[in-house]
């Protein structure tokens, strides 16, 4: 089952409060413990909280504190995004979300308001988010005033454009649609969204949902009620501005019509008043007095004389023009405070929503879909649960000193900086970091410098090393970290910002060493795409693998995928698929892939593959309509270095979205990493990370 629902809607005044109300409560008849969550709000001017959490808090008893619920106001949203932090504020939406589901079996959210004028802004915003959090949606449309065709037009373009986004869109909900055409309506747009699997319902409108109440108007403007509070649920159908003689305002009045007056006319109150006791009138539905003008002693005397005032009278400070713009905008709410509405609301979603439909799809629906902001999320949460402590050779570097900075206030790891204390001090200094958390060792001063000395000459004498060639080669940064990880005295080393790949990876060899039973040394990449991880292999390391390395690299990279949370289906890739091809590389491929299964004969591994039978299940029906693989494949090794170092940046820079993290190196006792000279901050972050990760699996603690 999917742990997650995003409700989002496509416009203003769409009702989504009732769909809200009505999901709700169909997950709680299901799951315990269900969690609510809206990533932007619009928090009343009046009392500064959200109307949905504060209705779903109220009337559900989830358990959860309003702070938890939400991560930014829609004004703190849009100062974000217009300053160049929308990656800070996304990457704040999705940790509140996941730490909402650490505590929840489920959390359903809900997208922002739609304010009028910011339609197509809103939508971008939240299907980034929808697409971030993985999370399943149901769209929400306002069928309110509009034609088959309009509905079926605005909700294909939604459609389309989310699942363009990576969104996986569960169901299209059409409400406040005309009750005259429900049925229609219902058959076109499911022919029009050409999918059986996305579900497709209609609510009608209701005005005894959609008009507003006495209550909800005194709410809005914190007016006094002043009498008849016995009917404040009153709904209203228009309002009157009674600025004219009585006898002029009387012809004016329509059936449930809220009447606003200054309090310095009085006779339009006792007028309108005196109209609900007659039948030659319609009904009014309150009375407003503004501008914050008492009504005279004498009046409040003979209102309140009367048995049971028949409307209510509702007063407030705001002047005549300021109410009637506000009434506006104003529509119908469910609140907390009207349990008759709640009820309405949440009968009405049963009757027009197949609400067991809706549950089977929803249990059946499990999301594969990882963006590459929960990727990295997920990297770091892993990373902090067991924290190890990992050395950075070039601790002089700008964009090493900065990762470590945010390292250390993430709390991911302990930090080793290697170089010259005074220079390393004086750049921590000019960047304006605290790094007061990290140690920082010159390696010509270390009391372990003799000890690593000594060891390296005994690693290396065979080859013609003498003493003082090994205290030289100790001096180097790179060694001495390595040295390190070898003592236990570090975890892992990241390397490469400044020096090179050979530089970084040769001390590995030479002090470090392969596992016992690994035969070579390999990388992988983790290729976040806008949806899925997958793992590249090799495509940094070995330029022409034998068979038997090819084999040793996928049952490698393998586990490696398993180390981060990928389910390992096992691709070796060939310019062949099945018998399709012949020729010496063919041949190489087909007999790795029997030999790698020799070695595990429960791994899912097929090959040989080409890539888009690997990965696309319909050409994989095509191709190879049997394979647990084909189509379906998340571990893709490839042949060589030249083929495997292109695809992976060809697939990188085919989607801006794509992120590539590596290379990973595989096969080696102890954790070394390297970084390309073009890294970002945040490569170095996500690689030391990896890095404390792959030191917990090696001791035993994933």
Avoid at 131 to 154: F, H, R, T
Wanted: hydrophobic share 40%; charged share 20%; proline share 5%.
């Amino acid at each position: 089952m999917a742990n997650s629902l995003y409700i989002t809607p496509t416009e203003t005044k769409s009702g989504k409060s009732l769909i809200v109300l009505g999901i709700m409560q169909l997950l709680l008849r299901d799951i315990r413990i269900v969690g609510f969550f809206r990533p932007i709000i619009n928090p009343s001017e009046k009392n500064g909280k959200d109307f949905d959490i504060d209705l779903v808090l109220s009337h559900f008893y989830i358990g959860l504190r309003y702070e938890e619920t939400y991560a930014f106001t829609m004004e703190e949203a849009k100062n974000m995004i217009n300053s160049g932090r929308q990656a800070e504020m996304m990457e704040t939406i999705l940790s509140k979300y996941k730490q909402l589901e650490g505590k929840c079996r489920f959390v359903l959210c809900e997208g922002t308001d739609f304010a009028a004028g910011s339609e197509a802004f809103e939508f971008d915003i939240n299907a980034d988010i929808m697409a971030i959090l993985g999370s399943p949606a149901i769209v929400v449309s306002n069928g309110y005033q509009k034609s088959i065709d309009e509905v079926v037009s605005s909700n294909q373009l939604s459609i389309e454009s989310l699942q363009n986004k990576g969104v996986d869109v569960l169901g299209v909900l059409v409400n406040r649609a005309d009750p005259l055409c429900i049925e229609a309506l219902k058959a076109t747009l499911k022919k029009a969204v050409h999918s059986s699997d996305c579900l497709v319902y209609a609510i009608p409108e209701l005005d005894t949902l959609s008009r507003p109440t006495i209550r909800d108007v005194q709410k809005y403007f914190n007016a006094e009620i002043l009498y008849g509070e016995e009917a404040m649920d009153n709904q209203i159908s228009d309002y009157i501005i009674a600025a004219m003689l009585a006898p002029n305002f009387l012809n004016h009045i329509k059936k449930d019509s809220l009447v606003i007056s200054s309090g310095d006319r009085s006779s339009i109150v006792l007028t309108s008043l005196a109209s609900r006791y007659s039948s030659s009138y319609p009904d009014i539905s309150g009375i407003m007095v503004t501008g914050g003008i008492r009504m005279p002693d004498t009046i409040l005397r003979l209102i309140e004389g009367w048995k049971g005032v028949p409307v209510p009278i509702i007063q407030t400070g705001e002047p005549n023009h300021s109410v009637a713009m506000a009434l506006n905008h104003l529509h119908g709410r469910i609140s907390p405070e009207n349990p008759k509405r709640i009820a309405l609301a949440l009968g009405t979603f049963e009757a027009h929503v197949d609400t067991e439909e809706l549950r089977l799809k929803l249990a059946a629906r499990k999301s594969l879909r990882i963006t590459p902001q929960m990727f990295e999320y997920g990297l770091i949460e892993k990373a902090k649960k067991n924290r190890q402590h990992i050395v950075l050779p070039e601790g002089i570097g700008e964009r090493i000193l900065r990762a470590a900075d945010i390292l250390l206030r993430r709390l991911v790891c302990d930090i080793t900086l290697l170089g010259k204390e005074e220079a390393v001090h004086q750049k921590i200094k000019e960047l304006g970091l605290n790094l007061s958390g990290a140690h920082i060792v010159q390696p010509d001063k270390s009391p372990f410098l003799e000890d690593y000395v000594e060891t390296f000459f005994q690693l290396r004498k065979a080859k013609g090393i003498t003493m003082d060639m090994a205290r030289d080669t100790m001096m180097d940064p790179t060694y001495f970290g390595t040295m390190m990880v070898q003592k236990g005295h570090a975890d892992g080393m990241v390397s490469g910002s400044i020096n090179t790949t050979a530089h970084t990876i040769l001390p590995g060899f030479q002090i470090i060493k392969t596992r016992p039973g690994a035969g070579i040394v390999s990388s992988v990449f983790l290729m976040c795409l806008k949806d899925r991880v997958l793992v590249f292999g090799d495509c940094a390391v070995n330029p022409n693998p034998t068979a038997e390395q090819l084999a040793e690299i996928a049952i490698t990279s393998a586990k490696t995928a398993k180390v981060f949370g990928i389910e390992p289906l096992v691709a070796m890739l060939s310019y062949a698929t099945g018998t399709s091809g012949t020729g010496v590389d063919v041949e190489k491929v087909i007999k790795a892939t029997q030999i790698a299964k020799e070695m595990d004969p429960s791994l899912l591994l097929e090959g040989p593959l080409q890539y888009d039978a690997a990965i696309d299940p319909e050409v994989a029906k095509t191709k190879l309509p049997e394979s647990r693989v084909a189509g379906r494949a998340t571990v893709f090794i490839f042949p060589d270095l030249n083929t495997g170092n292109n695809t992976y940046k060809a697939v990188q820079r085919a989607s801006e979205k794509s992120v590539a993290i590596g290379p990973i190196l595989q096969g080696l006792n102890k954790p070394i990493n390297d970084l390309s000279r073009g890294c970002t901050i945040p490569d170095i972050v996500n690689t030391v990370a990896i890095t404390a990760i792959q030191a917990q699996a090696g001791k035993g603690l994933i």
